[in-house]
């Protein structure tokens, strides 16, 4: 049986910050299905790409969505096609209730709150608070919730544990497992134990440049290929 | 006490203009980064469209006749507004001092352009006679247009809040103004949201023009452009993207205004909101709003 043809393809994408050259050419598929991770040291352009696929910033080279060129499409455009983006900073609206934020992420006629409740019933709870004055974790609850609101092709989430407690670093990967049962997820993430835990491919990235894809399980148990590329382990 | 009642509600009329003006500035602002120099010339078009259409109703009854002049001078502003929007500064987003020059050049062209139709002098607008009436509270003649004015400025604040806080485009302006990238990673157009912000700026400044034409009764060219610099003031002190911050700093601009015109010196005034511009930019530089959040 042939395989399928990947739900993302990037091809020499750059892009330049400045007179920084922070994507030097890379080139990767993500499957259909499943998490890909996106792995690197800090600093090799890893947000930079998730950036750039949801246009945030300007690129040079091809990117592909199920076969279509959306290089040149504007953010919102990309969105529509069925992109969601949480991204590294959390970026809820600090002014905005819970509820205001989750609304203003709407897009399909039926938004599946049961879902976004069943993963974080604290939203529901705080559905009238400030999201300024929510926790780091409650506040990467909202964020990932405004994501899965709509029935996205494609989810592009960054660092989603960064800063959080162990105990609320299980909570996001057991709300990524589930997540990943639904749509397909190209995942920026340092704790290589919620890469082990959800992930099925990576892509690795080293200064600009990918460097390493594959099954995320064969990379995961080469150690000295962890510690050569990623300096840990 | 009379006196101090009379300089109290003409302050609160002048700062209910301030803050129709100031409003449309601080949104513009705060949502778009925009510094809308043009802002000023929203007034004059206004101004300039009421005169034009009262003076081609001449045989109509003067209170129909001048409300007729004032929605014509409305629509004027707001599809002038909006034409400012998509024509000059969308192309210009993210270019600030690009912006600036635009906008100060349609300033200074309208204004040009304005006085060569009708020249430099005063044009007179016949307003009802109710308006020129007063109305006598303890002891003081308020004149009736100062009750228009607040009135108004009320009745927008209140209609502002509503867009705001129960429309999806109020949502989004106040989720734009503070990260408008993330805006539009939800998938959102927000530039749709920067005409519609851009229209309902130059709709509170087109209902300011229909008070000041009121209030003073005569219109020119430089008008829009001088009362644009108070409302400048207004939006630095009351905190750039707050509407709340800019109406407590129109009343107060208002009043210092015309306290210090009578109880100092006539003329110091608008020094006084210059000083006191000075010290909320030392003391708050953030402006008014964080403290009346």
Known sequence: MAPLPPLVSVNDLHVYLGESHVLQGISFDVPDGGVTALLGRNGVGKTTTLRALMGLVDRRGTVELAGEDIRGLRTHRIVRRGVGYVPEDRDVFSSLTVDENLRLAERDPEPRYDLVYDLFPELRQRGSQAAGTLSGGQQQMLAIGRALLNDNRLLLIDEPTKGLSPLLVTEVALALERVSELTTVLLVEQNLGVVQRVARDVVVLDTGRVVHTGPARELLDDKPAIHRMLGVG | ?293
Do not use: C
């Open chain 2, 1 to 293: 006490m009379s006196t101090f009642i009379l300089l109290t509600i003409t302050g609160l009329g002048l700062g209910a203009m301030y803050f129709l003006i100031a409003s449309g500035l601080s949104l513009i602002y705060g949502l778009m980064g925009v510094l809308n120099f043009a802002h000023g010339v929203f007034l004059t078009v206004t101004a300039y469209a009421l005169w034009f259409t009262e003076s081609k109703l001449g045989g109509v009854p003067v209170l129909p006749r001048f409300l007729i002049a004032a929605v014509v001078g409305l629509v004027v502003a707001v599809v002038f507004a909006a034409l400012t929007e998509l024509v000059l500064i969308r192309p210009l987003y993210g270019r600030h001092i690009e912006q600036v020059l635009v906008t100060v050049g349609l300033a200074l062209s309208v204004t040009a352009l304005v006085t060569a139709i009708w020249g430099s002098d005063a044009r007179v607008v016949v307003a009802p006679s109710w308006v020129g009436e007063t109305t006598t509270i303890f002891g003081a003649h308020i004149p009736n247009d100062r009750w228009l004015e607040i009135a108004t400025a009320v009745v927008v604040l209140f209609g502002l809040e509503g867009f705001l806080r129960r429309t999806r485009y109020g949502l989004i302006v106040r989720a734009g103004v503070e990260n408008r990238a993330m805006v539009t990673a939800l998938g959102i157009d927000v530039r749709k949201a920067f005409t519609l912000v851009f229209m309902i700026g130059g709709l509170a400044a087109g209902i300011a023009a229909v008070l000041y034409t009121l209030y003073s009764t005569t219109i020119d060219p430089q008008q829009g452009t001088s009362l644009v610099i108070f409302a400048f003031i207004v939006v630095v002190i009351g905190g750039l993207g707050s509407i709340r911050g800019t109406l407590w700093a129109a009343v107060i601009v208002g009043l210092v205004q015309q306290y210090a015109n009578y109880y100092a010196s006539s003329g110091l005034g608008d020094l006084s909101v210059v000083l006191l511009l000075g010290i909320v930019l030392i003391v708050r530089p953030g402006g008014l709003s964080r403290s009346f959040a």
